[in-house]
């Protein structure tokens, strides 16, 4: 089978550099006509430079994105809760605060959830002040203190969401 000549010719010879073609004179006039007596600023800028933010800013900016997922921000920006609750004590009448909602499990005060999303966020940075403990650049001081207070959030979380949980559901793992 013998190859196909191409035309010399190509289908877009004819049309100008630019690569917009039309027939239309008040196209050409718009096109043309400001450019005869405006003339191009000569500016000479510069592109700005962007440059990465540090691992402790990225770290920070997730752990505050995470802070606020875990704390019920969607929830409270919807139903709008009250911040805190009360109730009247049947013994002397008076008015008590209350921090959580007794009983339901679907709902919060906003003072609940920034508390209960603090104890999250504590127990995420003991882990992070526990994995800290692996570099072998770190004086041996330093690790044991990182050790101890990883340690110590992770158990002070736990052991806060479980009081949490166990007030908001009296009868829970019981």
């Known amino acids: 089978m013998a190859p196909k000549l191409e035309s010399p010719n190509p289908p877009h010879a004819d ?13 050409h006039i718009l096109k043309v006509l400001p450019f005869a007596f405006l003339r191009l600023l000569r500016l000479h800028l510069k592109l700005p430079t962007l440059t990465l933010p540090s691992p402790m800013t990225v770290y920070a900016l997730v752990l505050l994105t995470y802070f606020m997922v875990v704390s019920g921000i969607v929830y409270n920006v919807i139903v709008e809760p009250p911040g805190i609750g009360s109730t009247q004590d049947p013994h002397t009448g008076s008015v008590r605060p209350i921090v959580f909602m007794p009983g339901r499990v679907n709902s919060q005060y906003i003072i609940k959830g920034l ?5 999250f966020v504590l127990g995420s940075v003991g882990i992070v002040l526990m994995d800290l403990t692996l570099d072998r650049n770190r004086a041996k001081s330093v690790k044991t203190f990182f050790v101890i207070a990883g340690i110590s959030a992770v158990v002070l979380a736990y052991v806060m969401s479980m009081l949490f949980i166990r007030i908001k559901i009296p009868a829970y793992l019981s």
Do not use: H, K, N, R
């Open 115 to 119: 508390s209960s999303g603090f104890m």
């Open 15 to 27: 049309l100008p550099p630019s690569g917009i073609a039309s027939v239309d004179p008040l196209f």
